[in-house]
């Protein structure tokens, strides 16, 4: 994460075509050949801020409380941390517009948040169909069944069994969801609005999950 830090403060302060890897190197205190190493170019260096920032949201539809609905738990995730003060300062979304702003300007920087989105968007669908699987399963498991535990005491657990395969429809929801909150990040970055109030990311991604209100969530029995 230093070496993407290094990178990112070099973009902001210099430009991307003016920072070189050799450049960015030096500013993280390693040989070049050591960054080469973990990176095959200058833009693949700041991916792990992209993909934290995006792991930040993820994570918190997973920690969402219990109680919430799937497109509550999105939106709790949205003002936990799309909103200043919620472990990104004001100065840092700052540093997010540029980045974001440098994206849409280089193709090759525009492959690396484009690839970032997209694997979180395959985890956000995990993350989705776990919840309703979860939830689910507490439900349905409330009231004691003899003949279930009979079977259970003669055959033991096995293990924990492999995750069930996501359904294309949460993998519609999640790219959905996923859109609604890069397309609300990318609109508010090439604006000069500040991060909070009617024209924040938050807001802008809040105004975009409506597209799932009408969503269903569950198979149809």
């Given at each position: 994460m230093e070496i993407a830090r290094a990178a990112a403060?070099?973009?902001?302060?210099?430009?991307?075509?003016?920072?070189?890897?050799?450049?960015?190197?030096?500013a993280a205190g390693i040989a070049p050949r050591t960054f080469y190493r973990y990176f095959a170019s200058k833009e693949e260096a700041v991916a792990p801020l992209y993909a934290a920032g995006a792991q930040r949201w993820t994570q918190a539809v997973r920690e969402a409380p219990a109680s919430l609905s799937v497109l509550e738990a999105l939106r709790h995730a949205v003002s936990e941390t799309l909103t200043p003060g919620f472990?990104?300062?004001?100065?840092?979304?700052e540093w997010v517009r540029t980045l974001i702003r440098l994206a849409d300007a280089s193709p090759a920087l525009r492959k690396v948040w484009a690839e970032v989105c997209q694997a979180e968007e395959g985890a956000l669908a995990e993350i989705l169909a776990?919840?309703?699987?979860?939830?689910?399963?507490?439900?349905?498991?409330?009231?004691?069944?003899?003949?279930?535990?009979?079977d259970s005491a003669s055959n033991p657990d096995p293990g924990p069994a492999a995750p069930a395969p996501v359904p294309?429809?949460?993998?519609?929801?999640?790219?959905?969801?996923?859109?609604?909150?890069?397309?609300a990040v990318e609109s508010w970055a090439a604006t000069t609005e500040p991060p909070t109030g009617a024209n924040g990311p938050a807001t802008l991604a809040l105004r975009n999950l409506d597209a799932l209100a009408h969503f269903t969530w569950e198979e149809a029995d």
């Open positions: 403060a070099l973009f902001v302060r210099r430009g991307l075509r003016a920072t070189r890897a050799e450049d960015i190197a030096q472990g990104v300062s004001a100065s840092a979304w776990h919840r309703l699987t979860t939830y689910a399963t507490r439900d349905n498991v409330s009231q004691p069944d003899p003949a279930r535990d009979a294309p429809r949460l993998r519609f929801a999640a790219a959905v969801a996923g859109a609604a909150i890069r397309v």
